[in-house]
């Protein structure tokens, strides 16, 4: 198994090979290039998996008999500003694997007593800043139960892209309830679909924090009232409520900024997202912005980004 990305954060696609590998009597590691490659005997199979598009590809000899490549990293391509699918190139995983029970023993650390997974698939939005809708399709649909990658671990991180959309919502809500685990809502729950009954379920939910997203500037109207109405049912402060607010790409500094400041008094945690970030330098105003936003100690001090000096 090759993980191109990094080791921080589990793979989910090799922790469902490495199992149903390991269920047809297969031996299963990590690809190393000193202990496997040139002159040894080459491997039967490796698998590469690339989340992120932006991470270059594998960059060492890989000495196998075939290899398999496949995640959003290699599918997904960024044209002309927009985030672009190219399903020729999507090898998705087949029906058997993609519903088996995750070997977590693959990353140890991270999956200490914490399960990963989803529980739905898609989104309604169709965001040009997103490749969600091309992948996935732009409906929210349940897609699995919470036993088939939770066996009773203490943590739970939810990879669903937009899970109160899908009209199963509230059954997955129901299941979260009744795990008794913590719940990491890790993407951007959409606040514009909040309603009280659904604030409601996820109060009981046990979660250190929940993250929204505020992506497009134009929802301010709309979204304002749900973040108020939230909080007033939850009672939850701060430190439990992040929201991802998307910049760099059709939106101005200034409305970046009113949109930091508005979240700030309605007693929410921004944490700023550069769109093809990979793309900006360290000394530009988005960058600076976001090191000034997302360094907590820095934003609660430093009250107004103007203010905000880097030495």
């Not at 009954?197 to 749900?226: C, L, Q, S, V």
Request: charged share 30%; aromatic share 14%; net charge neutral.
């Amino acid at each position: 198994m090759i993980d191109a990305d990094s080791h921080n954060f589990p793979n989910l696609p090799l922790m469902k090979l490495s199992a149903w590998h390991k269920q047809q009597g297969d031996s299963v590691e990590w690809y190393e290039p000193l202990l496997h490659g040139f002159p040894n005997t080459p491997l039967d199979k490796v698998y590469i998996s690339k989340v992120f598009r932006f991470t270059p590809d594998y960059p060492y000899y890989v000495n196998a008999l075939e290899v398999s490549k496949g995640g959003s990293g290699y599918c997904i391509s960024l044209e002309n500003g927009k985030e672009v699918y190219h399903k020729e190139n999507d090898n998705q995983l087949p029906y058997k694997v993609e519903h088996i029970y995750p070997d977590y023993s693959l990353y140890p650390k991270l999956a200490k007593d914490t399960a990963y997974g989803f529980m739905s698939r898609g989104c309604p939005r169709g965001c040009d800043f997103c490749h969600v809708e091309a992948k996935e399709g732009r409906m929210a649909y349940k897609v699995a139960d919470l036993s088939e990658f939770w066996r009773g671990q203490k943590n739970i991180v939810l990879l669903d892209p937009n899970l109160i959309a899908c009209k199963e919502w509230k059954d997955i809500l129901q299941q979260l309830i009744d795990s008794h685990a913590w719940v990491d809502f890790s993407q951007g729950i959409d606040i514009r679909l909040m309603t009280e009954e659904k604030a409601e379920m996820i109060k009981r939910i046990r979660t250190k924090n929940i993250h929204f997203a505020w992506d497009r500037y134009g929802d301010k109207e709309k979204i304002i009232p749900r973040f108020k109405e939230f909080k007033q049912i939850t009672q939850w402060d701060k430190r439990k409520l992040t929201v991802y607010v998307l910049t760099n790409f059709n939106t101005t500094i200034e409305q970046d900024l009113e949109r930091i400041y508005i979240l700030r008094d309605l007693g929410y945690w921004p944490y700023v997202m550069i769109y093809g970030k990979e793309h900006t330098r360290p000394g530009d105003t988005v960058r600076r912005m976001q090191r000034w936003v997302n360094m907590r100690a820095v934003f609660e001090s430093v009250k107004r980004f103007e203010d905000y000096k880097t030495g």
